[in-house]
Protein backbone atom coordinates (compact mmCIF):
# COMPACT_ATOMS: atom_id res chain seq x y z
CA UNK A 1 0.00 0.00 0.00
CA UNK A 2 1.26 3.59 -0.97
CA UNK A 3 1.45 5.61 2.42
CA UNK A 4 3.21 7.74 4.59
CA UNK A 5 4.74 6.15 7.80
CA UNK A 6 6.80 7.19 10.89
CA UNK A 7 8.40 5.85 13.92
CA UNK A 8 8.42 5.27 16.45
CA UNK A 9 4.61 5.88 17.67
CA UNK A 10 5.55 7.09 21.32
CA UNK A 11 8.74 8.06 22.17
CA UNK A 12 10.36 9.07 25.61
CA UNK A 13 13.20 10.97 25.95
CA UNK A 14 15.63 12.09 29.10
CA UNK A 15 16.84 15.71 29.15
CA UNK A 16 19.97 16.33 27.33
CA UNK A 17 19.03 13.83 24.78
CA UNK A 18 19.04 13.51 21.04
CA UNK A 19 16.22 11.87 19.36
CA UNK A 20 15.15 11.08 15.97
CA UNK A 21 12.45 10.75 14.22
CA UNK A 22 11.33 8.69 10.72
CA UNK A 23 9.50 9.52 8.21
CA UNK A 24 8.83 7.17 4.90
CA UNK A 25 7.17 7.71 2.35
CA UNK A 26 6.16 5.66 -1.32
CA UNK A 27 4.06 8.10 -2.56
CA UNK A 28 7.12 9.48 -5.23
CA UNK A 29 6.36 12.72 -3.85
CA UNK A 30 8.60 15.27 -4.17
CA UNK A 31 7.98 17.63 -1.06
CA UNK A 32 8.05 16.52 2.42
CA UNK A 33 7.29 18.75 5.94
CA UNK A 34 7.63 18.34 9.51
CA UNK A 35 5.02 19.83 11.78
CA UNK A 36 4.75 19.61 15.82
CA UNK A 37 1.07 20.13 17.08
CA UNK A 38 0.71 20.87 20.87
CA UNK A 39 -2.68 20.65 22.94
CA UNK A 40 -5.10 22.98 21.49
CA UNK A 41 -2.58 24.72 18.98
CA UNK A 42 -2.70 24.38 15.25
CA UNK A 43 0.05 22.37 13.14
CA UNK A 44 3.02 24.07 13.24
CA UNK A 45 5.80 24.25 10.13
CA UNK A 46 9.47 23.08 11.66
CA UNK A 47 11.32 22.26 8.31
CA UNK A 48 10.31 21.33 4.65
CA UNK A 49 11.91 19.83 1.83
CA UNK A 50 10.52 20.59 -2.08
CA UNK A 51 13.70 17.99 -3.52
CA UNK A 52 16.21 15.41 -2.14
CA UNK A 53 19.29 17.20 -0.76
CA UNK A 54 17.52 20.21 -0.02
CA UNK A 55 15.58 22.06 2.59
CA UNK A 56 14.26 24.83 3.76
CA UNK A 57 13.73 26.40 8.16
CA UNK A 58 9.57 26.06 8.73
CA UNK A 59 8.53 28.98 11.38
CA UNK A 60 10.02 26.75 14.68
CA UNK A 61 13.26 25.61 13.37
CA UNK A 62 15.11 25.92 16.27
CA UNK A 63 16.42 23.21 17.90
CA UNK A 64 15.35 20.82 15.28
CA UNK A 65 17.56 19.53 12.48
CA UNK A 66 17.04 17.41 9.48
CA UNK A 67 18.45 15.29 6.44
CA UNK A 68 17.14 14.41 2.77
CA UNK A 69 18.96 12.01 1.17
CA UNK A 70 16.51 9.89 -0.09
CA UNK A 71 13.24 11.01 -1.90
CA UNK A 72 11.93 8.59 0.39
CA UNK A 73 12.87 9.72 3.45
CA UNK A 74 13.16 12.77 5.88
CA UNK A 75 14.18 12.21 9.46
CA UNK A 76 13.40 15.36 11.86
CA UNK A 77 16.13 14.98 14.77
CA UNK A 78 15.07 16.86 17.66
CA UNK A 79 18.45 17.84 19.52
CA UNK A 80 18.61 18.97 23.45
CA UNK A 81 18.45 22.59 22.29
CA UNK A 82 15.29 21.82 21.93
CA UNK A 83 13.36 23.45 25.01
CA UNK A 84 10.22 22.02 24.85
CA UNK A 85 10.38 19.30 22.69
CA UNK A 86 7.13 17.66 24.41
CA UNK A 87 4.69 17.15 21.34
CA UNK A 88 2.66 15.37 18.57
CA UNK A 89 4.97 15.71 15.80
CA UNK A 90 3.51 14.81 12.14
CA UNK A 91 5.28 14.43 8.78
CA UNK A 92 3.59 15.28 5.60
CA UNK A 93 4.33 15.25 1.84
CA UNK A 94 2.60 16.59 -1.65
CA UNK A 95 3.13 16.11 -4.98
CA UNK A 96 4.64 19.71 -5.74
CA UNK A 97 3.15 20.08 -8.90
CA UNK A 98 5.61 23.05 -10.72
CA UNK A 99 4.48 26.44 -12.21
CA UNK A 100 1.22 25.98 -10.45
CA UNK A 101 -0.46 28.91 -8.15
CA UNK A 102 -2.04 26.40 -6.24
CA UNK A 103 -0.71 23.93 -3.48
CA UNK A 104 -0.78 20.55 -3.59
CA UNK A 105 -2.88 18.75 -1.22
CA UNK A 106 -0.45 17.15 1.93
CA UNK A 107 -0.71 13.64 3.11
CA UNK A 108 0.24 13.24 6.79
CA UNK A 109 1.99 10.39 8.33
CA UNK A 110 0.57 8.48 11.21
CA UNK A 111 2.55 10.76 13.95
CA UNK A 112 4.78 10.43 16.66
CA UNK A 113 4.05 11.49 20.11
CA UNK A 114 7.67 12.68 22.46
CA UNK A 115 7.35 12.73 26.08
CA UNK A 116 10.36 14.58 27.65
CA UNK A 117 10.96 12.86 30.94
CA UNK B 1 1.09 37.51 10.02
CA UNK B 2 -1.25 34.90 7.88
CA UNK B 3 -4.28 34.09 9.90
CA UNK B 4 -7.13 31.22 9.78
CA UNK B 5 -8.86 31.33 12.56
CA UNK B 6 -12.01 29.30 13.46
CA UNK B 7 -14.51 28.91 16.22
CA UNK B 8 -13.03 26.05 18.65
CA UNK B 9 -16.48 24.79 19.62
CA UNK B 10 -17.56 22.49 21.35
CA UNK B 11 -20.67 22.16 19.06
CA UNK B 12 -23.27 19.51 20.29
CA UNK B 13 -25.22 18.34 17.66
CA UNK B 14 -27.62 15.73 17.32
CA UNK B 15 -27.38 13.10 15.65
CA UNK B 16 -29.25 13.10 12.08
CA UNK B 17 -28.60 17.18 12.57
CA UNK B 18 -27.25 20.00 9.94
CA UNK B 19 -24.27 21.33 11.00
CA UNK B 20 -21.89 24.54 9.80
CA UNK B 21 -18.82 26.15 10.64
CA UNK B 22 -16.26 28.13 9.08
CA UNK B 23 -13.50 29.77 9.12
CA UNK B 24 -12.14 33.13 8.28
CA UNK B 25 -8.90 33.87 6.41
CA UNK B 26 -6.52 37.18 6.49
CA UNK B 27 -4.82 36.92 3.36
CA UNK B 28 -6.77 37.87 0.40
CA UNK B 29 -4.31 36.28 -2.41
CA UNK B 30 -4.66 32.79 -0.42
CA UNK B 31 -5.52 30.53 -3.66
CA UNK B 32 -5.68 26.96 -1.73
CA UNK B 33 -8.02 26.16 0.73
CA UNK B 34 -8.93 22.58 2.50
CA UNK B 35 -10.98 21.28 5.42
CA UNK B 36 -8.78 18.50 7.08
CA UNK B 37 -10.71 16.08 9.76
CA UNK B 38 -8.28 14.94 12.64
CA UNK B 39 -9.66 12.66 15.56
CA UNK B 40 -8.63 12.73 18.70
CA UNK B 41 -4.52 11.42 18.94
CA UNK B 42 -4.78 10.66 15.15
CA UNK B 43 -3.34 12.46 12.50
CA UNK B 44 -5.25 15.09 10.21
CA UNK B 45 -6.57 13.72 6.77
CA UNK B 46 -8.23 15.23 4.05
CA UNK B 47 -11.69 15.59 3.71
CA UNK B 48 -12.02 17.87 1.41
CA UNK B 49 -10.07 20.53 -1.03
CA UNK B 50 -12.55 23.68 -1.35
CA UNK B 51 -12.73 25.10 -5.06
CA UNK B 52 -14.01 28.44 -6.22
CA UNK B 53 -17.32 27.22 -7.02
CA UNK B 54 -17.70 25.09 -4.44
CA UNK B 55 -17.84 21.71 -4.04
CA UNK B 56 -20.08 19.03 -2.64
CA UNK B 57 -19.21 15.17 -1.42
CA UNK B 58 -21.87 12.82 -0.39
CA UNK B 59 -23.32 14.65 2.97
CA UNK B 60 -20.57 17.31 3.25
CA UNK B 61 -20.79 20.49 1.02
CA UNK B 62 -17.56 23.18 1.35
CA UNK B 63 -18.03 26.93 -0.32
CA UNK B 64 -15.87 29.38 -0.57
CA UNK B 65 -16.39 33.35 0.33
CA UNK B 66 -13.90 34.99 -1.17
CA UNK B 67 -15.46 38.73 -0.93
CA UNK B 68 -15.51 37.98 3.10
CA UNK B 69 -12.13 35.82 3.09
CA UNK B 70 -14.08 32.89 4.74
CA UNK B 71 -14.83 29.41 3.52
CA UNK B 72 -17.85 26.88 4.87
CA UNK B 73 -18.18 22.98 6.30
CA UNK B 74 -21.64 22.08 6.01
CA UNK B 75 -22.62 18.75 7.10
CA UNK B 76 -25.73 17.51 6.69
CA UNK B 77 -27.56 13.73 8.43
CA UNK B 78 -24.68 14.04 10.85
CA UNK B 79 -23.27 10.57 11.87
CA UNK B 80 -21.84 9.49 15.44
CA UNK B 81 -19.11 8.67 13.40
CA UNK B 82 -18.52 12.14 12.09
CA UNK B 83 -17.71 13.45 15.87
CA UNK B 84 -13.95 14.84 15.25
CA UNK B 85 -12.03 18.30 15.00
CA UNK B 86 -12.19 19.88 11.64
CA UNK B 87 -9.22 22.14 10.40
CA UNK B 88 -9.39 24.91 8.31
CA UNK B 89 -5.90 25.19 6.08
CA UNK B 90 -5.17 27.72 3.95
CA UNK B 91 -2.35 28.76 1.84
CA UNK B 92 -0.46 31.87 2.84
CA UNK B 93 2.18 32.19 -0.46
CA UNK B 94 1.06 33.65 -3.53
CA UNK B 95 2.64 31.92 -6.91
CA UNK B 96 4.53 28.39 -7.10
CA UNK B 97 7.06 27.22 -5.00
CA UNK B 98 7.51 29.89 -2.31
CA UNK B 99 7.97 28.65 1.11
CA UNK B 100 6.55 25.34 1.78
CA UNK B 101 3.69 25.71 -0.05
CA UNK B 102 3.11 28.14 2.64
CA UNK B 103 -0.12 26.14 4.26
CA UNK B 104 -1.52 28.08 7.59
CA UNK B 105 -2.84 25.56 9.88
CA UNK B 106 -6.78 26.82 11.59
CA UNK B 107 -6.86 25.01 15.27
CA UNK B 108 -9.44 23.34 14.32
CA UNK B 109 -13.16 22.98 15.10
CA UNK B 110 -14.31 20.05 17.73
CA UNK B 111 -17.51 18.48 16.71
CA UNK B 112 -19.52 16.25 18.93
CA UNK B 113 -22.45 14.53 17.53
CA UNK B 114 -24.70 13.38 20.27
CA UNK B 115 -26.82 10.14 19.81
Known amino acids: DGGITQSPKYLFRKEGQNVTLSCEQNLNHDAMYWYRQDPGQGLRLIYY???????QKGDIAEGYSVSREKKESFPLTVTSAQKNPTAFYLCASSKRTSGSLHTDTQYFGPGTRLTVL | RKEVEQDPGPFNVPEGATVAFNCTYS??????FFWYRQDCRKEPKLLMS???SGNEDGRFTAQLNRASQYISLLIRDSKLSDSATYLC????????????????FGKGTHLIIQP
Open chain 2, 50 to 52: VYS
Open chain 2, 89 to 104: VVNSEEGSGGGADGLT
Open chain 1, 49 to 55: SQIVNDF
Open chain 2, 27 to 32: NSASQS
